[in-house]
Protein backbone atom coordinates (compact mmCIF):
# COMPACT_ATOMS: atom_id res chain seq x y z
CA UNK A 1 0.00 0.00 0.00
CA UNK A 2 1.49 3.38 -0.87
CA UNK A 3 1.77 6.27 1.66
CA UNK A 4 -0.62 9.54 1.26
CA UNK A 5 3.01 11.42 0.70
CA UNK A 6 3.78 9.01 -2.07
CA UNK A 7 0.69 9.79 -3.76
CA UNK A 8 0.26 12.97 -3.36
CA UNK A 9 4.26 13.35 -4.61
CA UNK A 10 2.81 11.65 -7.94
CA UNK A 11 -0.03 13.83 -8.11
CA UNK A 12 1.91 17.44 -7.94
CA UNK A 13 4.91 15.81 -10.17
CA UNK A 14 1.86 15.28 -12.83
CA UNK A 15 0.79 18.83 -12.61
CA UNK A 16 4.17 20.15 -13.43
CA UNK A 17 4.65 17.44 -16.07
CA UNK A 18 1.26 18.37 -17.96
CA UNK A 19 1.53 22.09 -17.43
CA UNK A 20 3.23 23.08 -20.70
CA UNK A 21 0.84 20.67 -22.48
CA UNK A 22 -2.35 23.00 -21.00
CA UNK A 23 -0.26 26.26 -20.35
CA UNK A 24 -1.05 27.32 -23.50
CA UNK A 25 -4.80 26.51 -24.59
CA UNK A 26 -5.61 29.59 -21.59
CA UNK A 27 -2.93 31.87 -23.57
CA UNK A 28 -4.56 30.98 -26.96
CA UNK A 29 -8.36 31.79 -25.54
CA UNK A 30 -7.29 34.78 -24.14
CA UNK A 31 -5.38 36.22 -26.90
CA UNK A 32 -8.30 34.90 -29.16
CA UNK A 33 -11.32 36.67 -27.41
CA UNK A 34 -9.61 39.97 -27.59
CA UNK A 35 -11.01 39.91 -31.71
CA UNK A 36 -14.31 38.38 -30.80
CA UNK A 37 -15.71 42.08 -30.04
CA UNK A 38 -15.36 43.17 -33.70
CA UNK A 39 -14.86 39.91 -35.67
CA UNK A 40 -17.24 37.40 -34.16
CA UNK A 41 -17.24 34.38 -31.95
CA UNK A 42 -13.80 32.16 -33.17
CA UNK A 43 -13.50 34.84 -36.22
CA UNK A 44 -16.78 34.60 -38.22
CA UNK A 45 -17.59 38.03 -38.31
CA UNK A 46 -21.19 40.25 -37.81
CA UNK A 47 -20.32 43.59 -38.01
CA UNK A 48 -20.06 44.88 -41.57
CA UNK A 49 -16.82 46.95 -41.47
CA UNK A 50 -15.13 43.48 -40.49
CA UNK A 51 -13.75 40.42 -42.27
CA UNK A 52 -13.90 36.90 -41.48
CA UNK A 53 -10.92 35.48 -40.09
CA UNK A 54 -12.14 31.84 -39.40
CA UNK A 55 -10.12 29.85 -41.71
CA UNK A 56 -7.71 32.62 -42.88
CA UNK A 57 -4.48 31.13 -43.75
CA UNK A 58 -1.95 31.98 -41.53
CA UNK A 59 0.87 33.01 -43.87
CA UNK A 60 -2.05 35.69 -44.33
CA UNK A 61 -2.90 36.74 -40.98
CA UNK A 62 0.85 36.59 -40.07
CA UNK A 63 1.15 39.35 -42.86
CA UNK A 64 -1.83 41.64 -42.26
CA UNK A 65 -0.93 42.27 -38.76
CA UNK A 66 2.94 42.69 -39.44
CA UNK A 67 1.50 45.30 -42.00
CA UNK A 68 -0.74 46.89 -39.93
CA UNK A 69 1.51 47.05 -36.77
CA UNK A 70 4.29 48.55 -39.31
CA UNK A 71 1.75 51.07 -40.25
CA UNK A 72 2.12 49.95 -44.10
CA UNK A 73 -1.20 48.50 -44.35
CA UNK A 74 -3.99 50.96 -43.96
CA UNK A 75 -6.35 50.58 -40.90
CA UNK A 76 -8.20 52.64 -38.54
CA UNK A 77 -8.98 50.72 -35.13
CA UNK A 78 -6.45 47.90 -36.29
CA UNK A 79 -3.39 49.86 -36.18
CA UNK A 80 -3.37 50.73 -33.02
CA UNK A 81 -4.44 47.12 -31.55
CA UNK A 82 -2.02 44.94 -33.44
CA UNK A 83 0.69 46.85 -32.01
CA UNK A 84 -0.42 45.06 -28.75
CA UNK A 85 1.03 41.81 -30.15
CA UNK A 86 4.40 39.99 -30.28
CA UNK A 87 5.33 37.80 -32.99
CA UNK A 88 4.74 34.85 -31.12
CA UNK A 89 1.28 35.95 -29.54
CA UNK A 90 0.27 36.64 -33.91
CA UNK A 91 1.75 33.23 -34.22
CA UNK A 92 -0.85 31.84 -31.90
CA UNK A 93 -3.87 33.35 -33.13
CA UNK A 94 -3.22 32.63 -36.82
CA UNK A 95 -2.78 28.78 -36.16
CA UNK A 96 -6.00 29.59 -33.91
CA UNK A 97 -8.31 31.34 -36.52
CA UNK A 98 -6.78 29.19 -39.15
CA UNK A 99 -8.41 25.60 -37.49
CA UNK A 100 -11.85 27.65 -37.23
CA UNK A 101 -14.72 26.83 -39.69
CA UNK A 102 -16.10 29.94 -41.44
CA UNK A 103 -19.67 31.05 -40.73
CA UNK A 104 -20.68 32.79 -43.45
CA UNK A 105 -22.41 35.89 -43.13
CA UNK A 106 -25.82 35.61 -43.93
CA UNK A 107 -27.11 39.20 -45.77
CA UNK A 108 -29.53 40.71 -48.36
CA UNK A 109 -28.12 40.51 -52.15
CA UNK A 110 -29.24 40.75 -55.71
CA UNK A 111 -30.30 37.82 -56.97
CA UNK A 112 -29.44 39.20 -60.61
CA UNK A 113 -25.97 40.68 -59.69
CA UNK A 114 -25.31 37.54 -57.69
CA UNK A 115 -25.42 35.48 -61.14
CA UNK A 116 -23.34 38.05 -62.82
CA UNK A 117 -20.91 38.01 -60.46
CA UNK A 118 -20.54 34.01 -59.90
CA UNK A 119 -19.85 34.37 -63.91
CA UNK A 120 -17.66 36.89 -63.29
CA UNK A 121 -15.72 35.53 -60.17
CA UNK A 122 -15.22 31.94 -62.26
CA UNK A 123 -13.59 34.07 -65.56
CA UNK A 124 -11.02 36.41 -63.64
CA UNK A 125 -11.19 35.22 -59.78
CA UNK A 126 -11.24 31.51 -59.37
CA UNK A 127 -7.75 30.35 -60.13
CA UNK A 128 -6.73 32.14 -56.66
CA UNK A 129 -10.20 32.32 -54.81
CA UNK A 130 -11.42 29.08 -55.01
CA UNK A 131 -14.51 28.33 -54.56
CA UNK A 132 -15.87 25.93 -57.26
CA UNK A 133 -14.87 22.19 -56.79
CA UNK A 134 -12.68 20.64 -54.71
CA UNK A 135 -9.46 21.92 -54.14
CA UNK A 136 -6.93 23.40 -51.25
CA UNK A 137 -7.86 26.91 -50.32
CA UNK A 138 -5.23 29.34 -52.64
CA UNK A 139 -6.25 32.65 -50.50
CA UNK A 140 -8.32 33.92 -48.04
CA UNK A 141 -12.06 32.96 -47.82
CA UNK A 142 -14.70 35.42 -49.96
CA UNK A 143 -17.69 33.55 -49.18
CA UNK A 144 -20.09 35.29 -47.33
CA UNK A 145 -17.69 38.34 -46.49
CA UNK A 146 -19.62 41.48 -45.43
CA UNK A 147 -20.42 43.51 -48.70
CA UNK A 148 -19.25 47.25 -47.14
CA UNK A 149 -16.07 45.51 -46.18
CA UNK A 150 -15.35 43.41 -49.75
CA UNK A 151 -15.96 46.90 -51.66
CA UNK A 152 -13.94 48.69 -49.44
CA UNK A 153 -11.10 46.42 -49.70
CA UNK A 154 -11.50 45.93 -52.99
CA UNK A 155 -11.56 49.77 -53.82
CA UNK A 156 -8.45 50.06 -51.80
CA UNK A 157 -6.71 47.80 -54.13
CA UNK A 158 -7.63 49.53 -57.17
CA UNK A 159 -6.70 52.94 -56.47
CA UNK A 160 -3.18 51.54 -54.86
CA UNK A 161 -4.32 52.69 -51.55
CA UNK A 162 -2.74 49.78 -49.75
CA UNK A 163 1.03 49.13 -50.79
CA UNK A 164 0.75 45.65 -48.66
CA UNK A 165 -1.09 44.55 -51.97
CA UNK A 166 0.41 42.29 -54.31
CA UNK A 167 1.42 43.38 -57.88
CA UNK A 168 -0.47 40.15 -59.01
CA UNK A 169 -3.64 41.22 -57.15
CA UNK A 170 -3.26 44.91 -58.30
CA UNK A 171 -3.13 44.31 -61.52
CA UNK A 172 -5.46 41.50 -61.84
CA UNK A 173 -8.39 43.38 -60.41
CA UNK A 174 -7.20 46.62 -63.12
CA UNK A 175 -7.38 44.12 -65.33
CA UNK A 176 -10.63 43.10 -64.50
CA UNK A 177 -12.43 46.89 -64.17
CA UNK A 178 -10.45 47.44 -67.87
CA UNK A 179 -12.48 44.69 -69.12
CA UNK A 180 -15.41 45.31 -67.88
CA UNK A 181 -17.00 47.85 -65.36
CA UNK A 182 -16.98 49.25 -62.07
CA UNK A 183 -20.04 48.35 -62.14
CA UNK A 184 -19.33 44.58 -62.43
CA UNK A 185 -17.07 45.03 -59.13
CA UNK A 186 -20.51 44.91 -57.55
CA UNK A 187 -21.52 41.65 -59.19
CA UNK A 188 -18.25 39.71 -57.80
CA UNK A 189 -19.60 41.64 -54.19
CA UNK A 190 -23.16 40.54 -54.77
CA UNK A 191 -21.90 37.28 -55.28
CA UNK A 192 -19.90 36.00 -52.30
CA UNK A 193 -22.59 37.71 -50.48
CA UNK A 194 -24.99 35.04 -51.84
CA UNK A 195 -22.63 31.99 -50.77
CA UNK A 196 -23.93 32.82 -46.91
CA UNK A 197 -27.47 31.98 -47.36
CA UNK A 198 -30.13 34.40 -47.50
Not at 123 to 138: R, V
Amino acid sequence: MYSKKFIYLILVIGLFLNLPLNASEPQTRMLVDTCIACHGTNGSSVGSATPNIANMREALFIKAMQDMQSGERPSTVMRLIAKGYTDDEIRIMAKFFSQQQAIPHRQDFDVQKAQKGRQLHNLYCNGCHKIEGPTELLSNNLAGQQMPYLRHRLTEFINDADPTISPLMRNALQHFIKKNSQESLDYLVHYYASLGGK
